[in-house]
């Protein structure tokens, strides 16, 4: 059993800057890719970047390129997501995720079995 739990979120104003961590129980067994997916009131959770465990390679939903970065710290179990130039609509719950599919770059909330709790984050304008 994996268990995940999301820090770092928080309130700030549009262009600002937060950095989420995702402390990770068992790392080496927390599978082919880890990603971040967020879900605002009222829409579907999406996926806006994974990380393939083994090799590092990121993928990224196109609304975040340029602006977010996942990293992940075997050393510390954790992974991470550095988001840059904040917009109101980056405002969500985000939610760290863990999963053995080999389709994770998808992010595809499908392809992932496991999941924290998730952590706030809202950005005002």
């Known amino acids: 059993q994996v268990h995940l739990v999301e820090s770092g979120g928080g309130s700030v104003q549009a262009g600002g800057s937060l950095r989420l961590s995702c402390a990770v129980s068992?790392?080496?067994?927390?599978?082919?890719?880890m990603a971040w997916f967020r879900q605002a009131p009222g829409k579907e959770r999406e996926g806006v970047a994974s990380?393939?465990?083994?090799?590092?390679?990121?993928y990224y939903a196109d609304s975040v390129k340029g602006r977010f970065t996942i990293s992940q710290d075997n050393a510390k179990n954790t992974l991470y997501l550095q988001m840059n130039s904040l917009k109101p609509e980056d405002t969500a719950m985000y939610y760290c995720a863990a999963g053995s599919s080999w389709y994770g770059y998808r992010l595809r909330t499908a392809d992932f079995g496991y999941w924290g709790q998730g952590t706030q984050v809202t950005v005002s304008s």
């Open positions: 068992e790392y080496r067994y927390s599978g082919t890719y």
């Open positions: 990380i393939y465990t083994n090799g590092g390679s990121t």
